[in-house]
């Protein structure tokens, strides 16, 4: 191979430019020039917009991604595929890598006699598959263990949640009932790893809502300790599996409606329940939003991601299609390694299934993370830290 090119869809992770370092970083070594592809998907469809990459124009340590990044299905896009065939033809591009979540991998068939490395990316990390549930759980068996983005994004998770960086602090000083939102569209482990920031209760969209139980289990927490916080996934549904929060307005190229705001349903909701009952109107929705997606990434994505675009770079220089650079966990080590791209579940359609959260991390009795959920994150986030807990002040103040 003398030119391979790289393109990265969908939403953007802060490990995406650690990815592009590692890819362009091995082709140098191997005499091969990377054509950069602008906005994704678009950036194929015109041959102008592009960029040649080269480790010197990049840096690790910044998010985001260099090459920009956009929501663009080809099959939506008359002739699409034909187009940007021919493009990669006349770039004389001899192979392809993808750095994307579902929808940006997805369309990878369409592009027969072109070799493809994969690389999965999405702070959701919802592409891959999880360890047989009809078998003990075993990590090892984790197609995918966690996709270049999430870390930083659970690191930022926790904090949110946390005393030391969180929104915790307010809720004690002003005795606050705060939903915190997490994105999630459909998979809740980064609403889970909030666990490590210690919030009372995580609502995940992989079960519906149960609002009469959390909202004893509010009424009940407050009642306790005068502050409760609440993380909830965005794509979180109501028992009849309608999300609880969307804008059908605002749709995008694959069809998924905006969602986000699901946080401030359920606090109105409980205000309006609770308000008189606990003598408080302090109920909060705080919705990070892009931050969770934003800023530098972690040492471990950082370093996993330029490992990541490496291996993606060497299938490529050693002829080999279809395959995908992945993550995975031997007892406390984690490894980059090749997985064929077909091991990713899809429907009949040919589009990848979302890996959803293994419910065996999760306690849905008492809404918070399980042990094992813990022993999962442990390469990813570290040991659970113990609880913080403020100074035992006086609540009643004594009369001479």
């Keep these: 191979m003398k030119r391979i090119g790289v393109l990265t869809g969908g939403g953007d ?6 990815i592009l370092y590692g890819i362009t970083d091995a082709a140098q070594q191997d005499g091969i020039e990377v054509t950069g592809f602008l906005r994704g998907w678009a950036g194929l469809l015109d041959s102008g ?16 991604t260099f090459l920009k990044t956009s929501r663009t299905k080809l099959a939506k896009i008359e002739g699409g595929y034909d187009q940007a065939r021919a493009n990669l033809q006349a770039l004389g591009i001899d192979g392809l890598i993808l750095i994307g979540g579902d929808d940006t991998i997805s369309v990878a068939a369409q592009f027969e006699g072109v070799p493809i490395a994969i ?38 998770a926790a904090d949110f949640a946390s005393w030391h960086g969180g929104v915790r602090t307010t809720g004690y000083s002003h005795e606050r009932i705060i ?24 609502l995940v969209p992989e079960l519906s809502l149960d609002y009469a139980r959390l909202r004893e289990m509010v009424a009940r927490r407050y009642a306790e300790q005068k502050h409760v916080l609440v993380v909830v996934a965005e794509g979180a549904v109501y028992p009849d599996g309608s999300v609880i929060s969307a804008d059908t307005t605002n749709v995008d190229a694959f069809g998924h409606a905006k ?45 996993i991601g330029i490992k990541l675009g490496r291996k993606a770079e060497q299938l490529l220089a050693r002829g080999k299609s279809g395959k995908m650079a992945s993550v995975k966990r031997s007892g406390d080590t984690l490894r980059v390694v090749t997985v064929d791209a077909r091991r990713l579940p899809r429907d009949d359609e040919g589009n990848i299934v979302p890996k959803r ?39 009643k103040p004594t009369r001479a």
Excluded at 126 to 139: H, I, K, M, R, Y
Excluded at 264 to 284: G, M, Q, W, Y
Aim: glycine share 8%; aromatic share 8%.
């Design 13 to 18: 992770t802060s490990a995406l430019n650690s």
């Design 49 to 64: 917009q592009y960029v040649v990459l080269s480790p010197e124009i990049l840096s690790p340590d910044i998010g985001g």
């Design 119 to 156: 690389i999965t990316k999405t702070i959701d990390n919802d592409v891959g598959a999880n360890s047989p549930p009809d078998e003990p759980l075993d990590f090892s068996k984790i197609v995918n263990y966690f996709t270049p983005g999430f870390p930083s994004a659970a690191r930022r």
């Design 179 to 202: 939903v915190l939102e997490s994105m999630g569209m459909s998979a809740g482990w980064l609403a889970l790893a909030s666990a490590f920031g210690h919030p009372d209760f995580i």
């Design 259 to 303: 969602l986000g705001g699901c946080a401030d349903v359920i606090a109105r909701r409980l205000k309006a329940d609770l308000s008189a009952e606990l003598k408080t109107r302090n109920f909060n929705a705080i919705i990070p939003s892009y931050l969770f997606r934003c800023g530098a990434p972690t040492v471990l994505d950082k370093k």
């Design 357 to 395: 959260l293994d419910l065996r991390l999760y306690d849905s009795e008492n809404m918070c993370i399980t042990p094992e959920g813990v022993e999962y994150f442990k390469p990813i986030l570290g040991k659970m830290p113990s609880p913080l807990q403020p100074a035992k002040f006086v609540t």
